[in-house]
């Protein structure tokens, strides 16, 4: 199957500072890679939408400016949290869209291993 | 109404028994289905996806779709510990090229 990476697996940070998580597609161009956070016990959220060298597209309640996403490339796609909180804690999670043209008409999606962001 | 509805369960089921796992959905047009399975603090493993109506088996997994209803299931045969998990049912949207929509899990427990 297709591999996505995800690095780093953890971080803790202290309380201001910005953390940046990057996403790779290992063994596949990814057409589109897309960003999730995940509380615990929680269903997963998606926050945001990127395709290759255009603006990523961020779901309602998502705030831009504080959570900066660059698809450079069709493999790899970066998430910074810029001034982390405490609030931001969370396991964020990316997948790359893999387009299929058979059979059927679909696109599955692979996740990464996620990123278990800590802010003291 | 939301999208993509399951039963959060939990689903408790006897190991070597048959564990049934059930989504619908609301939008008629969508034609891509996906089940995936996410242990507790890891990530979701895509298990199966179905394009067509019917059936589609792949080793211990049936996956089954049925477009007029708006309805997708989940059954794993001679079910295991191991298999005990939260199971994701997901969606293509018919108006997207590639973004797909989640259930919110049905957590199965496998007794042994």
């Known amino acids: 199957g297709a591999v996505v990476s995800q690095h780093p697996s953890r971080v803790i940070c202290k309380s201001g500072t910005s953390v940046k998580i990057e996403c790779r597609s290992l063994?596949?161009?990814?057409?589109?890679m897309f960003w999730y956070r995940q509380f615990p016990k929680q269903s997963l959220m998606l926050m945001a939408t990127?395709?290759?060298?255009?603006?990523?597209?961020?779901e309602q309640g998502v705030e831009k400016d504080k959570f900066l996403i660059n698809h450079a490339s069709l493999t790899l796609s970066t998430l910074t949290v810029t001034s982390a909180h405490p609030e931001d804690s969370s396991f964020y999670i990316c997948?790359?869209?893999?387009?299929?043209?058979?059979?059927?008409?679909?696109?599955?999606?692979?996740f990464g291993p996620g990123t278990r962001l800590t802010v003291t | 109404q939301k999208e993509v509805e399951q039963n959060s369960g939990p689903l408790s089921v006897p190991e070597g028994a048959i564990a049934s796992l059930n989504c619908t959905y609301s939008?008629?047009?969508?034609?891509?289905f996906f089940w995936y399975r996410q242990y507790s603090g890891k990530s979701p493993e895509l298990i199966m996806f179905?394009?067509?109506?019917g059936d589609k088996e792949d080793g211990r997994f049936t996956a089954q779709l049925n477009k007029a209803s708006q309805y997708v299931s989940l059954l794993i045969r001679d079910s295991q510990p191991s298999d005990s998990a939260t199971y994701l049912c997901?969606?293509?949207?018919?108006?997207?090229?590639?973004?797909?929509?989640f259930g919110s899990g049905t957590r199965l427990s496998i007794r042994p």
């Open positions: 063994d596949f161009q990814a057409t589109t």
């Open positions: 179905i394009y067509s109506n």
């Open positions: 990127s395709n290759e060298g255009s603006k990523a597209t961020y």
């Open positions: 997901a969606v293509r949207v018919y108006s997207s090229a590639s973004k797909i929509i």
């Open positions: 939008d008629r047009g969508s034609q891509s």
């Open positions: 997948s790359a869209s893999l387009f299929r043209r058979s059979p059927g008409r679909g696109s599955e999606q692979y």
